[in-house]
């Protein structure tokens, strides 16, 4: 079966720093493009990150930009979010998922983890 695992979610304060991970199992990890959704209160959930099957590309939400970093490592099975300059705007659940053309593959989704940033 098909499995994500998120990790590294915490309070934190406006400017501070999280590195989220996602442990991927049942799936060739290393054959699919990866994203990181997230989901506020009362929000749509949303794509904010992906990065392509060999981590040389990535896309980012213009809100995360210059902000957010995706990365992956293949033999792990393991994708990153660095997320620094943390906003109370990013305060969400974090969930990942394989990505096509920026459309979810794999359900169900995995637990998520939990980013508060306060004010």
């Known amino acids: 079966q098909v499995q994500f695992v998120e990790s590294g979610g915490e309070l934190v304060q406006t400017g501070g720093s999280l590195r989220l991970s996602c442990a991927a199992s049942?799936?060739?990890?290393?054959?699919?493009?990866m994203g990181w959704f997230r989901q506020a209160p009362g929000k749509e959930r949303e794509l904010v990150a992906t990065?392509?099957?060999?981590?040389?590309?990535?896309n980012y939400v213009d809100s995360v930009k210059g902000r957010f970093t995706i990365s992956r490592d293949n033999p792990k099975n393991t994708l990153y979010l660095q997320m620094d300059s943390l906003k109370p705007e990013d305060t969400a659940l974090y969930f990942c998922?394989?990505?096509?053309?920026?459309?979810?593959?794999?359900?169900?989704w995995g637990q998520g983890t939990q980013v508060t940033v306060s004010s």
């Open positions: 998922n394989a990505v096509v053309r920026s459309l979810a593959v794999f359900e169900p």
């Open positions: 990065i392509n099957w060999t981590g040389t590309t990535t």
């Open positions: 049942g799936l060739t990890f290393s054959s699919y493009a």
